[in-house]
């Protein structure tokens, strides 16, 4: 009895670090393509569906946290290590979201988005004035960042739709 629960005990801390270090590494990736700032935290998050499936939120924001450390201290884009800081959590909270009226569910998506990356780009403009976020803004009018805004919010709901079917094509080839 005790075999099987230390076997099972250590398949589920094989499976985290393993999840843990490819977010990392993909995180870092986003360092390393110049268009891959936004597409890597996606994928990076994307990472936590089998932990979600398997061993449910807890773990999951277990992981979360456990990567967001390493994006922190090894990450050459901050931009990209922030964005999974402030967005990385949402594969976990997911499930819960799910459970609203297909409406009102996309509007605290899109809420959640939004309070998310006004905090982090707030965060990076006025705490950590990295130069060169800070010059791209200065060129946008707020019309065209209420516009970026809103294309970020269709983005995410297409994420969120994207989460949706790789766990049901996880769950179908688990079982």
């Known amino acids: 009895m005790a075999y099987h629960r230390q ?22 990736l986003g360092s390393l393509i110049p268009l891959a700032t936004f597409a890597c935290p996606l994928l990076a998050m994307a990472c ?4 979600l499936c398997e061993y449910g939120g807890r773990t ?14 090894l990450c050459a884009d901050r931009e990209a290590a922030l964005l999974y800081v402030f967005l990385g959590w ?24 939004c309070a998310a990356v006004t905090a982090m780009y707030g965060l990076i403009l ?21 516009g970026l805004l809103a294309m970020g919010c269709v983005v995410f709901l297409l994420f969120d ?14 079982r």
């Open 161 to 174: 739709r994207a989460l949706a079917v790789l766990t049901l094509l996880y769950r179908q080839k688990r």
């Open 126 to 146: 006025y705490l950590f004035r990295l130069e060169a976020v800070a010059a791209e803004f200065a060129g946008y009018s707020a019309a065209m960042q209420a």
């Open 7 to 28: 076997k099972r005990q250590s398949r589920r801390m094989a499976l985290c670090g393993l999840l843990t270090a490819l977010s990392a590494v993909l995180l870092c």
């Open 90 to 113: 949402y594969p976990a909270l997911r499930p819960r979201l799910c459970r609203l009226p297909r409406l009102p569910g996309a509007a605290v998506k899109c809420a959640l988005f």
């Open 48 to 51: 936590l569906i089998p932990l």
């Open 60 to 73: 999951a924001l277990l992981v979360y946290a456990a990567v967001s450390c390493l994006a922190l201290l």
